[in-house]
């Protein structure tokens, strides 16, 4: 099992980053799949998900109206679009897959580093 994330980088603020997170060694269309953040000295935080179909999302206050989870489900790949950065926006990004039924199984990638400054 992998989740492999990349399009980490350095941007200014105003930018954009497109993340995406590439999955294999399990059915990726039966998991919703989420991104999380951590910044230097504060707690891992969820940023937004997507149900397994894609038919249902929901964000982080912090960045609704600039941030657009989406998958693919032909490609086992997960994005997150994210635009007009600032620097709180900040951190180590992951992708997890979820799993609740039969039994709860979860995955995580290793992170992206995302550095918003000028």
């Known amino acids: 099992v992998q989740l492999v994330e990349s399009g980490g980088g350095l941007v200014q603020p105003g930018g954009s980053l497109r993340l995406s997170c590439a999955a294999s060694?399990?059915?990726?269309?039966?998991?919703?799949m989420s991104w999380y953040r951590q910044a230097p000295g504060k707690e891992r935080e969820l940023v937004a998900a997507?149900?397994?179909?894609?038919?249902?999302?929901n964000y982080a206050d912090s960045v609704k109206g600039r941030f657009t989870i989406s998958r693919d489900n032909a490609k086992n790949t997960a994005y997150l679009q994210m635009n007009n950065l600032k620097p709180e926006d900040t951190a180590v990004y992951y992708c997890?897959?979820?799993?609740?039924?039969?039994?709860?199984?979860?995955?995580w990638g290793q992170g992206t580093q995302v550095t918003v400054s000028s």
């Open positions: 997890k897959a979820l799993k609740r039924r039969p039994t709860t199984s979860d995955y």
């Open positions: 997507i149900g397994s179909a894609g038919g249902s999302t």
């Open positions: 060694g399990f059915t990726f269309s039966s998991y919703a």
